[in-house]
């Protein structure tokens, strides 16, 4: 059992408000993920200043003053760094591939956990609340934000194994419920290449996606994929810079609530989740059908 939660902003003036309305959204799933968090950012410009790429990473062990400095010198020019804890937030004016690679060559040691040049993602072993008080979550503004509570299933309880998994750029999933063919997927991906960071079974879904669109798939085909391959009960929130998507496994028996309105789409696993959120009592409010795709767009 874990807890999902997402909110996509149509309305520009409710972009400043990003933050606060998604950690009072992800304090009222807590009970169902208590051991560790994490969440997506899109647009904040204090993790993702226009202009530059981030990249984001965990366990560092390196101040982030000195990691500015490290990551500034080998590119050549000014870098800065947004401190949550144990993660950081890379960000400078360059591509989001020499920026990563910059990151592994002065930290390698530490663990990317996404990059793009609007996603930001912050990972934590903790209490939810906590941990968002940690990040500054409730600080954060931009158009788009996913939160997860998780209580561990498949794998250890580590800030690794913690979602969203982001493994393209500007790209996350999180997920509740448990793949049970992810070791038969894994093994297809590494023969082709792909690598991975954690035995999260998660990860697979995010990394088997990721390969679809990297392929040429839009994000509604890679989620009808994922759903004709993977076995076991799921529901998936997925998100790009410029797409929010939900999709549930069969049977549906993993929890969850869409709400809409002129102003933005949220989702949740429990309906007080999205009980705060501005406008609710006008809300379209439906629970998504078995194997059906929802994608909202920018």
Known sequence: MCGIV?????????????GDLLTTMLGQVVERGPDSAGVAVYGDPRMTPPGSAAVSVLSAAVPARRVTALVGARLGTTAGVYDAGETLVVHAPTSVEVLTQAVREVLPDALVIGSGYDLAVLKGIGHPDVLAGEFGLRQAQGWQGVAHTRMATESAVTSAGSHP?????????????????HATIRRGLRAQGVTFDSENDSEVGARFVARQLAEGADLEKALRLLCERFDGFYTLLVSTSEEFAIVRDAIACKPALVAETPQWVAMASEYRALAGLPGI?????IEPEPEEVYVWKR
């Not at 998994?165 to 063919?181: K, P, R, T």
């Not at 009592?281 to 409010?285: L, Q, S």
């Open 281 to 285: 009592e006008g809300a379209r409010i």
């Open 165 to 181: 998994f982001s493994v393209g750029a500007d790209q996350c999933l999180v997920h509740n419920g448990s793949f049970a063919n």
């Open 6 to 18: 997402g909110l996509h902003l149509r309305e520009p003036a409710l972009y400043p408000r990003l």
